[in-house]
């Protein structure tokens, strides 16, 4: 993937001591490649690199101690403001409710990010209300419906005999008679270039005059998201967009190219099909991801959902100063548990990209509930120093903990992989790559 094939442009810099111009005509011909490959729009890549190479080729970079870090921070920092650079906010009418109105293709997640939404301002105290505007798709009405009651959000419907123009116009109505201070307006999945389709919409848009008309893109649909979105920015003067499916593989191109291509911020990812798989949307966080070096900021938010702030915190120091024992791996595991799906955590880590790609790494409950044994047989010096943990002490371990001693090495092994990964990771950046990317 993109991370990847950065990651590799930038292990490539790394150590070089000074960058030529060579250099830098060298990582940046390969940081397009990567970018194209992600299938981000290629106008933009023009951009992108001629921009980055402005910056690159100069005094700063060529007399730098640090020279692949600087062109690292360039590429993070340019790809932040691509996305829109600070986060975007939904909007708030002074005259509630506050109306949004979702637009997009079928099977975007419109119904879902409705859905995610109305529990988001449920849960900041609102009243919100959602409107079932979509008469065709057979179901969409009871789909909508039976998320409001999951939420306990209610749900406007009038069936499917009624104009979803009318639909909207009654349900703001409604909204304004009962109290609710933002309506959620739930349409049909529609193509940019069917007319008629285009027209209703505009319509439910004049009738309910929205103050945000969010358009919900599908990450995995890369570059046709742009023309798609492009196309009814045109139409309907959108005030933002919603990207969904950010927990798919493909992750690059959409995020990077719509900001550019329509100016609407990015307000919102939809990162799994719960009602709480939402997030804002912040470049900075994206641009670190796409560039590997993993969300951590986004890990520890969520962790801080479920984790006490300064343990979560001191764990984020031991990450990137590879201070990291067996115990804190086993806090880890059990904090871990209570943060979602392993696979979209590992997501978030530097490196993880490698980690989840090695073949022994097979991250399910079971498989954690083994792990655990395995450190909890450990005594309390050998959590601190795996050094210690020779092939005696090992069989003792698998002994102890139901385990072979070909499980007890493997995972050793990975443990102490993981620690070396974030090693290299941290002398990488270094204490000042890490302060510079922080800004
Ligand atoms: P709509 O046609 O635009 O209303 O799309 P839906 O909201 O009905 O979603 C279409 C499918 O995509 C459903 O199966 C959803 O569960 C799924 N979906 C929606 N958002 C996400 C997301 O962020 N991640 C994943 N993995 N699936 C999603
Ligand atoms: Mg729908």
């Known amino acids: 993937g993109l991370s990847t094939r950065l990651q590799n442009v930038f292990s490539k810099l790394r150590g070089k001591g000074k960058l030529t111009e060579d250099d830098v005509n060298e990582a940046l011909r390969e940081v397009r490649l990567a970018l194209l490959e992600a299938d981000v729009n290629f106008k933009v890549v023009k951009d992108f690199v001629a921009k980055v190479k402005e910056r690159a080729i100069g005094q700063e970079v060529l007399q730098s101690f640090t020279p692949a870090m600087i062109v690292v921070d360039i590429v993070n920092k340019e790809l932040t403001e691509l996305m829109g650079g600070t986060q975007s906010k939904l909007a708030r009418s002074n005259k509630p409710p506050t109306v949004i109105l979702m637009a997009g293709l079928q099977g975007a997640g419109k119904t879902t990010m409705s859905g995610k939404l109305a529990k988001l301002l449920l849960s900041q105290n609102h009243r919100p209300l959602l409107a079932a505007a979509d008469i065709y798709r057979p179901a969409a009405i009871k789909q909508l419906q039976v998320l409001g009651e999951q939420i306990k959000v209610p749900v406007f419907a009038l069936g499917d005999q009624v104009s979803p123009v009318?639909?909207?116009?009654?349900?703001?109505?409604?909204?304004?008679?009962?109290?609710?201070?933002?309506?959620?307006?739930?349409?049909?999945?529609?193509?940019?270039?069917?007319?008629?389709?285009?027209?209703?919409?505009?319509?439910?848009?004049?009738?309910?005059?929205?103050?945000?008309?969010?358009?919900?893109?599908?990450?995995?649909?890369?570059?046709?998201?742009?023309?798609?979105?492009?196309?009814?920015?045109?139409?309907?003067?959108?005030?933002?967009?919603?990207?969904?499916?950010?927990?798919?593989?493909?992750?690059?191109?959409?995020?990077?190219?719509?900001?550019?291509?329509?100016?609407?911020?990015?307000?919102?990812?939809?990162?799994?099909?719960?009602?709480?798989?939402?997030?804002?949307?912040?470049?900075?966080?994206?641009?670190?991801?796409?560039?590997?070096?993993?969300?951590?900021?986004?890990?520890?938010?969520?962790?801080?959902?479920?984790?006490?702030?300064?343990?979560?915190?001191?764990?984020?120091?031991?990450?990137?100063?590879?201070?990291?024992?067996?115990?804190?791996?086993?806090?880890?595991?059990?904090?871990?548990?209570?943060?979602?799906?392993?696979?979209?955590?590992?997501d978030m880590l530097p490196g993880a990209g490698k980690l989840k790609g090695m073949k022994d790494v097979k991250v399910d409950d079971k498989q954690m509930g083994r792990v655990a044994a395995i450190v909890r047989s450990m005594t309390k010096e050998e959590r601190a120093n795996p050094e210690l943990l020779n092939p005696s002490r090992r069989k003792r371990l698998a002994a102890g903990s139901g385990n072979s001693v070909q499980d007890v090495n493997r995972f050793i092994k990975q443990f102490e992989d993981m620690r070396k990964m974030m090693k290299q990771f941290s002398s990488m950046m270094g204490p000042k790559g890490a302060k510079q990317m922080k800004n």
């Open 166 to 346: 009318e639909i909207a116009r009654q349900a703001l109505q409604h909204a304004k008679d009962h109290n609710n201070d933002y309506l959620i307006v739930d349409t049909a999945g529609r193509l940019h270039i069917d007319e008629s389709m285009m027209e209703e919409i505009k319509q439910i848009a004049e009738t309910v005059d929205p103050d945000e008309i969010l358009l919900v893109v599908d990450a995995m649909t890369g570059q046709e998201a742009v023309n798609v979105a492009e196309s009814f920015h045109k139409q309907l003067e959108l005030t933002g967009v919603v990207l969904t499916k950010l927990d798919g593989d493909t992750r690059g191109g959409a995020a990077l190219s719509v900001k550019a291509v329509t100016g609407c911020p990015i307000k919102f990812a939809g990162m799994g099909e719960k009602m709480d798989a939402l997030e804002p949307f912040h470049p900075e966080r994206m641009a670190s991801r796409i560039l590997g070096m993993g969300d951590m900021l986004t890990l520890i938010e969520k962790a801080q959902a479920g984790i006490d702030a300064e343990k979560a915190k001191e764990m984020e120091r031991k990450l990137r100063t590879a201070e990291f024992t067996f115990d804190d791996f086993l806090e880890q595991m059990e904090q871990v548990k209570k943060l979602g799906p392993l696979d979209q955590i590992l």
